[in-house]
């Protein structure tokens, strides 16, 4: 069984940065699709980027420009750079995984991953 493991979250002021790790215990290199989705308090959980072996990289609009996805198979390690954080960002991050390659759902239907991780709470206020 794949096990997730996020790390990086904290609290940051609007405007600051923030980098998001997740580590696969038996690697990365057959999670095909990957990504980061996050739940805000009293908010259904929603897609912020996924990342496909074959076809790179798909961004929620409310991130793009500040957000960058990126995995790296020799570490084991799928990663998420914010930058310009808001305060909107606020949320636990979860990051999932799944064997199959990315649709064109993956991104808006958070089941469709079978492996999560616990989550890291990202706390962005002034």
């Known amino acids: 069984q794949e096990q997730l493991v996020e790390s990086g979250g904290g609290a940051v002021q609007p405007g600051g940065s923030l980098r998001l790790s997740c580590a696969a215990s038996?690697?990365?290199?057959?999670?095909?699709?990957m990504g980061w989705f996050r739940q805000a308090p009293g908010k259904e959980r929603e897609g912020v980027a996924i990342?496909?072996?074959?076809?790179?990289?798909t961004y929620a609009d409310s991130v793009k420009g500040r957000f960058t996805i990126s995995k790296d198979n020799a570490k084991n390690t799928l990663s998420l750079q914010m930058t310009t954080l808001k305060p909107e960002d606020t949320a636990m991050y979860y990051c999932?995984?799944?064997?199959?390659?990315?649709?064109?759902?993956?991104?808006?239907?958070?089941?469709?991953?079978?492996?999560w991780g616990q989550g890291t709470q990202v706390t962005v206020s002034s």
């Open positions: 999932a995984a799944d064997v199959a390659l990315c649709g064109a759902r993956s991104l808006a239907v958070p089941n469709l991953f079978h492996y």
């Open positions: 038996r690697g990365t290199a057959s999670l095909h699709c």
């Open positions: 990342i496909d072996s074959f076809r790179g990289a």
